[in-house]
């Protein structure tokens, strides 16, 4: 029988591959000679660490940083990465590896990043992070730091974001004013169990908001007044 799917060209399959997570993407290279490398060109890296894949076993969670590193900081420079995605339960989580790769997916231009961390794990994230000029997608889920979040202000110049998801950690009033402030383009905002600290801070009505998702968080009128699309969750 004629396989139709090896004959595809490495583009398209690559494209397929990089809807699995990394580790399942790496095992075709066993289907044969052509599949072999062509995982590394895959433009898309999904890391994933649960607390009952481990179970905070130090020898395990050592293997898992060890192929984050290889499949992150061993990739063609010029090769840019679509999408990188890091989930990580694990009480074991060093804030000190997330911020290499993120650090070098920023260097590879990628459009889409997604960070799901414990609660437990405290960092700041690299300021140039929140200047990215090719970053499309952002979010930031649990537990990045359980004190206010810092962000370099400064810094905040996100022209192409056109999707924020801010989940469950605590920002300053003033952070979060000015990150909007940076991503012009913005069109969807999510906003799920956020706590706000600080003094009140000045929100500008974001010009190119489509859609809006508060879910048992605060988030100032101003900024989603014009939405074409508003769900708000919330439990009195």
């Known amino acids: 029988m004629e396989d139709r799917i090896s004959n595809l060209p490495d583009a398209v399959l690559c494209h397929i591959l990089s809807?699995?997570?990394t580790k399942q993407s790496i095992v075709t290279s066993i289907l044969s000679k052509r599949w072999k490398a062509l995982w590394r060109s895959v433009p898309a890296l999904h890391f994933e660490e649960s607390l009952m894949d481990n179970n905070?076993?130090?020898?395990?969670?050592?293997r898992f940083v060890q192929s984050v590193y290889a499949f992150t900081l061993s990739r063609d420079m010029d090769q840019p990465f679509r999408r990188f995605h890091l989930v990580s339960?694990?009480?074991?989580c060093n804030p000190v590896n997330v911020i290499a790769w993120v650090s070098a997916a920023l260097q590879r231009r990628v459009e889409n990043l997604c960070l799901s961390l414990t609660p437990l794990t405290k960092m700041v994230l690299p300021?140039?992070?929140?200047?990215?000029?090719?970053?499309?997608?952002?979010k930031l889920i649990g537990g990045l730091n359980r004190n206010p979040f810092?962000?370099?202000?400064?810094?905040?110049?996100?022209?192409?974001?056109?999707?924020l998801h801010l989940q469950s950690f605590i920002l300053e009033?003033?952070?979060?004013?000015?990150?909007?402030?940076?991503?012009?383009?913005?069109?969807?905002?999510?906003?799920?169990h956020m706590y706000?600290?600080?003094?009140?801070?000045?929100?500008?009505?974001?010009?190119?908001?489509?859609?809006a998702t508060i879910a048992f968080g605060h988030v100032p009128l101003e900024v989603?007044?014009?939405?074409?699309?508003?769900r708000i969750d919330w439990v009195l």
């Not at 339960?89 to 074991?92: H, T, V, Y």
């Not at 300021?127 to 952002?138: E, G, N, R």
């Not at 810092?150 to 999707?163: E, G, M, N, R, W």
Request: proline share 7%.
């Open 19 to 21: 809807f699995l997570p």
């Open 56 to 62: 905070n076993d130090i020898e395990t969670h050592a």
């Open 89 to 92: 339960r694990s009480f074991l």
């Open 127 to 138: 300021s140039a992070l929140f200047s990215c000029k090719t970053l499309v997608v952002l």
């Open 150 to 163: 810092p962000l370099d202000f400064k810094s905040v110049d996100l022209p192409l974001l056109t999707t």
């Open 173 to 192: 009033r003033r952070d979060m004013a000015e990150l909007l402030r940076g991503s012009p383009n913005l069109e969807y905002l999510f906003v799920g």
């Open 196 to 211: 706000f600290s600080g003094p009140e801070a000045r929100f500008e009505r974001l010009p190119k908001l489509l859609r």
């Open 224 to 230: 989603v007044n014009n939405v074409q699309f508003l």
